[in-house]
C-alpha cells in the first residue's frame, strides 16, 4: 500500500496550491481518502475526504468554499485545490486510506488505517 503525498511548498497569503496523493497498492471498492494537517504543537485535523465510489465530499468548516477535493480515477490520485489560504493553514498535511466511512465518521482520524507521508504547506508573507 502506498500513498505518496505531494505539492506542498511556500506560499503567501491569498495564494493557491494543489496538494496531490497518488494510491497504489489496494482496491478502491468502499475506499474513502483524506486529506488532514497538523500544525506544530496541534492534533492531526480532518480537512477533506471523497469516497472513491460515488464521490462524495466531505470538508472542514474551516476550509468550506476555499479548498476542493476531487479524485482522477484514471489516475488513483486525489487532489486537494487550496485558494485563498490563510497563515493559519500552515501545516504537514497528510492523506490517509480509510473503508466503508460515512458522513458521520469520516472526520474521525482515527477510521483511517494507513496513512502517507506529509507535505508541508507554509503560508507566510
Known amino acids: 500500500v502506498q500513498l505518496q503525498a505531494s505539492g506542498g511548498g511556500l506560499v503567501q497569503p491569498g495564494g493557491s496550491l494543489r496538494l496531490s496523493c497518488a494510491a497504489s497498492g489496494f482496491t478502491f471498492n468502499s475506499v474513502t481518502l483524506g486529506w488532514f494537517r497538523q500544525a506544530p504543537g496541534k492534533e492531526r485535523m480532518f480537512v477533506a475526504g471523497v469516497r472513491w465510489s460515488g464521490g462524495n465530499r466531505y470538508y472542514a468548516d474551516s476550509v468550506k468554499g476555499r479548498f476542493t477535493i476531487s479524485k482522477d480515477t484514471s489516475k488513483n490520485t486525489v487532489y486537494l485545490q487550496m485558494d485563498s489560504l490563510k497563515p493559519e493553514d500552515t501545516a504537514v498535511y497528510y492523506c490517509?486510506?480509510?473503508?466503508?466511512?460515512?458522513?458521520?465518521?469520516?472526520?474521525?482520524?482515527?477510521?483511517?488505517?494507513?496513512w502517507g507521508q506529509g507535505t508541508l504547506v507554509t503560508v507566510s508573507s
Open positions: 490517509a486510506r480509510a473503508f466503508g466511512l460515512i458522513a458521520s465518521t469520516v472526520r474521525d482520524r482515527d477510521r483511517y488505517d494507513f
